[in-house]
């Protein structure tokens, strides 16, 4: 008895190349949109926490009676993800340094349309000396470069 071991013949090694890479190109451009938009889910979360870290503050300064905003003032409070740092007015040092001993790690924004930019969290005043926290990261209206 004779035994055939002939294997695959090159145009049969070449067809199922050929629909292997077909595959490839069809699902790699979605593979890629969807880490993309996995990283952009997880800027915004990021910068939610950032604003929750922002609004502690706040609210510690004001226990610690040591903000002093007078009615219908407002100040901007940004972090930096390149900086990994926090900024605010220079009337505010306790804020700033309030939020720097808050957040225990920095953040570097990773997607493609958050990466070096700011994200910026408003604090209001109003007239009857309430604090209002304002940061939605899913806003392109509270993200800078």
């Not at 219908?72 to 309030?98: D, K, Q, R």
């Not at 570097?108 to 958050?114: A, D, E, G, Y």
């Not at 070096?116 to 009857?128: A, I, K, L, P, R």
Request: glycine residues 4%; contains cysteine.
């Amino acid at each position: 008895m004779k035994k055939d071991n002939r294997g695959f013949s090159l145009v049969e090694l070449i067809i199922v190349i050929a629909i292997m890479a077909a595959l490839t190109a069809v699902l790699l451009p979605q593979f890629l949109r969807y880490v993309e938009k996995s990283r952009v889910s997880s800027d915004e979360f990021q910068a939610d926490q950032i604003r929750k870290v922002i609004e502690v503050a706040v609210t510690i300064e004001i226990i610690n009676q040591e903000l002093d905003m007078s009615p219908g003032e407002t100040i901007i409070v940004s972090y930096s993800s390149g900086a990994n740092e926090f900024s605010c007015a220079s009337a505010y040092p306790h804020l700033e340094a309030e939020m720097e001993s808050t957040i225990q790690i920095p953040y570097q924004f990773v997607s493609q349309k958050h990466k070096g930019q700011t994200f910026s969290v408003t604090v209001t005043c109003d007239d009857e000396g309430n604090y209002q926290v304002e940061g939605d990261p899913r806003n392109l209206a509270y993200w800078s470069n």
